[in-house]
């Protein structure tokens, strides 16, 4: 192929996952991969698969952004943007209206709030500790040697209201142990660890006005997070159709803006770092946004 | 939004070198005044009444200056662990913990710095509790390890307005501090030059003062981190002569950049506001990734806890009362945020950075709601960050530079 494409690829704690678009803001391709000791061998590795599914080459990549923790090690990046701005893109790219978005990654928790022009008013992250975050579940599920697909499916059958109330994953661990030789159902203690995630998410929102959408890998593998997160938000939240995607699709568009402002990028099958003619502004600008509705390029939620 | 890694080059500050030999006589000065028997040596808070310590004719050591010694030095999570293992929580001030951890280690920084044991052992530990109670724990310690007299002062705090009252309150309590030291160690007070040191003092504060507000010009001359290593002298030096000289090459200096143009950071593009304590362990890291934003932190809070206001030549013991209490960490939240709104005009600040030191909530402004009170009532960006004065543990690297370069793109934002 010899589209010109553009790549978000955001290095995780966790997973490297990456994005590729069209220059009409279109999926093309995407992967996510543990990341593992190595950002830039993660990047390579999910970069590949994409280009393979979007069955295209690497020389057709037009500009790369790279975000997540390991952003500084993404070779092909041209620039680095953190994940809350890249967060913010990709959330307000599927959901215009959205006001306020909660990612809950591996190492981190990050609610971002957004003005109603789009621009960010206010992001927090959660403090030094895994309370609240990925690596909360998986070490908890550690512990308990069961796989977290099986304690999401667990927690989905919980009847009760049932919370981990410890402020501290190693204390929440320990509470888990109690509760279990209390005798708790399993229903129950799984699904009270997701609200005591949820709690910690509430605590970090300082605005509830507007819908809320939630990204990351969290929420994208574990029915569960959402279920604890509309009990604890009392409202219902978008989930995207890409959730764990969602800073690597935000990248992605930011790449094509740089592209379409003349400030990155290189030109087809060249090595060249700055852009000599803009291209056109993109087609199929759309209500929902300006690359088209989100049931056009991803299908509805 | 950030661009792939650059490296911006700072400007030196061509006093440095001056500082530094100052420092070094300082603390040669009072390892020679601790050894010596015909001189006596003074602990003090770093805004307490080093003033009369002075006039009495003792060296003034600040255990503070010492704890941020061993922050900057990145050893204070050494040492935390040996004072709470002697029940000091580890969750209250990291300056102590650290000082009385490293005392415990016979470990001091100044051994490397300047060639001194560490510490001049104490004749008597002053303290005033206009900045925190920890102080007089602090210093009970030592005065129990060394066997030496503790006295302090401990003003009205929490105060919105400061009456005439509250003054005269302290202004007493300082006057039997100079009693208690006149009983204690058979001296007499000469008033005349309490008078000289306060004037000394305050003219030294002004100075500071002034070097300060060289940063509303655009660009900025100076940054607070600039700030946090040229303000030693105003505090540990304060009611010196040299001092005073220190600050006048110094304040020249920053005239002439100002004249010159000639920015702290260079192609200025964000003016930020630094509240609460310093990272002491980050401070180079936080130094260079705000210079390679392109960001100046213009003001703080922190370097401007020793700009006290002129003294006219009256009564001194009432300049110091008035000067200690009316400090920013002394008064009510109502206080704190109006004196905020005004630093954010002056130096046209386009955000403000609030960090929640962990063992430092006296000197800790995010956890009563001002930083949203300061962003939904003003519209000041502001972020917080969690971290910790001296105690590393508390900070996350990664986590902070990702929110100090999202809080950039945030400002990139608004001014698009």
Not at chain 1, 255 to 275: L, P, V
Not at chain 2, 145 to 154: L, S
Not at chain 2, 274 to 284: A, D, L, S, T
Not at chain 2, 389 to 403: E, G, I, K, P, Y
Request: with cysteine; proline share 4%; net charge negative.
């Amino acid at each position: 192929m010899s589209e010109r494409l553009f790549v978000g690829i955001d290095a995780g704690s966790s997973a490297t996952k990456c994005v590729v678009l069209d220059e009409r803001g279109r999926l093309m391709g995407k992967h996510v991969s543990a990341s593992g000791f190595d950002f830039a061998e993660a990047a390579e590795t999910v970069l590949s698969r994409s280009l393979l599914e979007a069955e295209s080459e690497r020389d057709d990549v037009t500009c790369c952004v790279s975000t997540g923790y390991g952003r500084g090690r993404v070779p092909l990046a041209h620039r680095q943007v953190t994940e809350i701005t890249c967060h913010a893109r990709g959330a307000r790219e599927w959901y215009p209206q959205v006001r306020s978005i909660i990612d809950i990654g591996g190492q981190d928790t990050k609610v971002i709030h957004v003005n109603s022009d789009g621009r960010m008013a206010e992001y927090r992250m959660n403090s030094k500790c895994a309370a609240g975050t990925g690596t909360f579940l998986e070490s908890i599920a550690l512990k308990l040697g069961v796989p977290l697909r099986e304690i999401d499916e667990l927690a989905m059958k919980c009847v009760t209201d049932t919370v981990i109330n410890s402020y501290c994953t190693v204390f929440a661990g320990t509470e888990v142990i109690e509760r279990i030789k209390a005798g708790q159902p399993r229903e129950d203690i799984s699904m009270g660890l997701f609200r005591s995630i949820a709690s910690r998410v509430v605590e970090m929102l300082s605005s509830r006005s507007g819908p809320i959408a939630v990204t990351g890998g969290v929420v994208a593998h574990c029915r569960a997070m959402v279920r604890a997160l509309e009990e604890a938000l009392e409202t219902e939240v978008l989930l995207p159709p890409l959730p764990q995607h969602a800073g690597a699709y935000g990248a992605a568009l930011i790449a094509i803006g740089d592209w379409e402002a003349g400030k990155g990028g290189r030109q087809i099958g060249g090595g060249d770092t700055t852009i000599s003619t803009p291209l056109d502004p993109p087609l199929g600008r759309g209500e929902a946004g300006p690359h088209g509705s989100v049931s056009e390029r991803f299908g509805a939620k | 939004m950030q661009s792939k890694a650059t490296t911006v080059q700072r400007v030196e500050i061509k006093a440095q070198a001056r500082l530094r030999s100052l420092l070094k006589d300082y603390f040669v000065n009072l390892d020679s005044a601790a050894t010596d028997p015909a001189r006596k040596v003074a602990w003090c808070t770093s805004v307490g009444p080093c003033e009369i310590l002075t006039a009495f004719g003792f060296e003034v050591f600040f255990p503070e200056n010492h704890g941020a010694m061993l922050g900057a030095k990145k050893v204070s999570h050494r040492f935390v662990p040996r004072a709470v293992g002697v029940g000091y929580s580890a969750e209250t001030c990291s300056y102590m913990n650290s000082d009385i951890g490293a005392a415990l280690a016979g470990y001091s920084p100044l051994q490397e710095a300047y060639g001194i044991a560490g510490p001049p052992k104490p004749d008597v530990l002053v303290y005033s509790t206009n900045q925190c109670r920890e102080v007089q724990d602090w210093w009970y310690f030592f005065g129990r390890r060394h066997d030496t007299p503790v006295m302090g002062v401990c003003p009205p705090g929490h105060l919105g307005e400061v009456t005439e009252e509250h003054i005269a309150f302290v202004r007493g309590r300082l006057l039997a501090l100079i009693q208690q030291i006149e009983t204690r160690f058979d001296l007499r007070l000469d008033w005349d030059r309490l008078r000289e040191v306060v004037a000394l003092s305050s003219r030294a504060s002004g100075l500071w003062r002034e070097l300060l507000e060289t940063a509303r010009s655009h660009p900025s001359p100076l940054t607070f981190f600039d700030g946090l290593i040229h303000m030693a002298p105003v505090i540990v030096m304060r009611g010196s002569q040299q001092a005073v000289d220190y600050y006048e090459e110094l304040l020249t200096e920053m005239q002439d950049r100002v004249r010159d143009g000639v920015a702290a950071v260079p192609d200025e593009r964000f003016r930020l506001y630094w509240e609460g304590m310093p990272v002491w362990p980050k401070i180079r890291e936080l130094s260079e990734k705000f210079l390679n934003l392109h960001a100046v932190i213009a003001a703080s809070t922190y370097c401007n806890s020793w700009a006290f206001e002129e003294y006219d030549g009256g009564d001194p013991l009432w300049w110091m009362a008035k000067t200690a209490t009316e400090i920013f960490i002394n008064r009510d939240e109502q206080t704190k945020e109006v004196f905020l709104l005004d630093m954010f005009r002056r130096f046209d600040i386009d955000g403000a950075i609030f960090h929640n030191a962990r063992t430092c909530p006296n000197n800790t402004n995010s956890r009563f709601g001002m930083a949203q009170r300061l962003r939904e009532r003003h519209e000041t960006p502001v972020l917080v960050i969690d971290g910790d004065l001296s105690d590393v543990r508390f900070f996350s690297t990664a986590q902070t530079m990702t929110n100090i370069e999202a809080f950039i793109e945030q400002l990139e934002e608004r001014k698009r």
